[in-house]
Every structure is written in C-alpha cells, then in structure tokens.
C-alpha cells in the first residue's frame, strides 16, 4: 500500500514538472538580459530541490527498514504463554 502511493506521488510530480518545464526554452545565465524568463528556477535551486528529494526519500527507506527491524525484534522476543 506505502509502495503504490510512494509510486503515484513520484509519477504526479514528474507529471507536473513535466508540464510546468514545457516551453520555458533555455536558461539564460546572464540575469541582466532580457531574455531571463521570470520566476524560473536556477539550475542551483533545482539542484538544492533535487538533493532535498533525495535526503527525503533515503529518509523514508530507512525509517521503513528500522521499524521493520523493530517489529521482527518484538516480534521475536515475544513470549508464548506456558500452560
């Protein structure tokens, strides 16, 4: 179920970003011409976003392999009732 909406959330934002990149043409990286579009991102900002993605998700996996670990732990040093 963490899997299917992980993989939907990641295909919406390639969805948007794809949309939203269409017809912007190139960066122009002198700022003082006119040919700047406006409110466009910096290939650095893109970089900063990209990396933050990744932190996040690497984040996530390992939050989900530690709570895995923890739950098989209990789950071993469960006690059975004795009768």
């Not at 976003?49 to 670990?69: D, E, K, N, P, R």
């Amino acid at each position: 179920m963490g899997l299917l909406l992980l993989s939907a959330l990641l295909g919406f934002i390639a969805v948007v970003t794809e949309v939203s990149g269409q017809g912007a043409g190139g960066y122009d990286f002198n700022a003082q011409s006119e040919g700047q579009l406006i409110g466009q991102l910096s290939p650095l900002q893109v970089a900063g976003i990209s990396m933050v993605v990744v932190a996040c998700l690497g984040a996530t996996v390992v939050s989900m392999f530690f709570c895995y670990y923890v739950y098989k732990k209990n789950k071993e040093n469960l006690a059975l009732p004795r009768y």
